[in-house]
T-cell receptor, first 113, second 112 residues
Framework: KAGVTQTPRYLIKTRGQQVTLSCSPI?????VSWYQQTPGQGLQFLFE???????NKGNFPGRFSGRQFSNSRSEMNVSTLELGDSALYLC????????????FGPGTRLTVT | GENVEQHPSTLSVQEGDSAVIKCTYS??????FPWYKQELGKGPQLIID?????GEKKDQRIAVTLNKTAKHFSLHITETQPEDSAVYFC???????????FGSGTQLTVLP
């Protein structure tokens, strides 16, 4: 079974721009969660989608948003990029809601200059 | 909210020795505790997990123990090999919504 895929793998953007990242979960998985990983803050939860609805949101500003499509694929968007948004953005998929196994993709490395 | 503390931040062991990484959590509602291994340039890989109704779980050379009363859980790797070198993260999930809270990570180096 194919794993979680994320595109693009690398991105370089300029401050003030916006960016959209994509995540395709493992086939059959309906829950997609997004995390930000930085050397200073570690792995932090952004939001989780299940059946096209945002079920939970972490402590990030409204510039960070996401959505999920009927095929469970998910996108996250960051508007008005800041230097501090440079990070590895990870997507994780799981079969259902509730505590249980989450499987991560390879991440998208975003660099804001 | 949940807070997970992980120790040590770095750990070096000789090949063949055992490695132990410890985590504590704050939210007594947490009921799922996974461990992830992250190699350079890759996403975290789930290596073992444990639920709050179980005290210990083992999978070949790795094992996890959970003490709910003390709110701590540990990862044990026996007979370490160079390919075990990576960053290991513990996490906790309260289950009310799928939101893992991660520890700060342990850089494990296995010396040949």
């Amino acid at each position: 079974k194919a794993g979680v895929t994320q595109t693009p793998r690398y991105l370089i953007k300029t401050r003030g721009q916006q960016v959209t990242l994509s995540c395709s979960p493992i086939s059959g998985h309906r829950s997609v969660s997004w995390y930000q990983q930085t050397p200073g803050q570690g792995l932090q939860f952004l939001f989780e989608y299940f059946s096209e609805t945002q079920r939970n949101k972490g402590n990030f500003p409204g510039r960070f948003s996401g959505r999920q499509f009927s095929n469970s694929r998910s996108e996250m968007n960051v508007s008005t990029l800041e230097l501090g948004d440079s990070a590895l953005y990870l997507c994780a998929s799981s079969f259902s809601q509730g505590a249980g196994e989450q499987y991560f993709g390879p991440g998208t490395r975003l660099t804001v200059t | 909210g949940e807070n997970v503390e992980q120790h040590p931040s770095t750990l070096s062991v000789q090949e063949g020795d055992s490695a132990v990484i410890k985590c504590t959590y704050s939210d007594s509602a947490s009921n799922y505790f996974p461990w992830y291994k992250q190699e350079l340039g890759k996403g975290p890989q789930l290596i073992i997990d444990i639920r709050s109704n179980v005290g210990e779980k083992k999978d070949q050379r790795i094992a996890v123990t959970l003490n709910k009363t003390a709110k701590h859980f540990s990862l044990h790797i026996t007979e370490t090999q160079p390919e075990d070198s990576a960053v290991y993260f513990c996490a906790a999930d309260a289950g009310s919504a799928r939101q893992l809270t991660f520890g700060s990570g342990t850089q494990l180096t296995v010396l040949p």
